[in-house]
């Protein structure tokens, strides 16, 4: 299987992070909430790959979900508990 040069490279997004750091029920997560009014009883869970929430490009991400009206829960790696 061949890939193009473009389907195999990253994107290093710019910023700087707008959410917080939040333990929920145990859990690390990154949550960006929207500056405007958004809906209350909606979010989106956000599960990243294995960089989990310490890097940075999942932050951003996150922010830019919430810059366009919607609450993000972004859960670390830790998707299962033992």
Do not use: W
Request: proline content about 5%.
């Amino acid at each position: 299987m061949s890939f193009c040069k473009d389907c195999i490279q990253g994107v290093r997004h710019e910023g700087e992070p707008q959410g917080t750091l939040e333990t929920i029920d145990g859990v690390a997560c990154y949550v960006a909430t929207p500056a405007v009014d958004y809906p209350k009883d909606k979010v989106i869970l956000f599960l990243p790959d294995a960089f989990g929430i310490e890097f940075i490009n999942t932050k951003l991400l996150a922010d830019d979900f919430a810059i366009n009206g919607f609450k993000v829960c972004t859960q670390g790696t830790q998707y299962t508990r033992m």
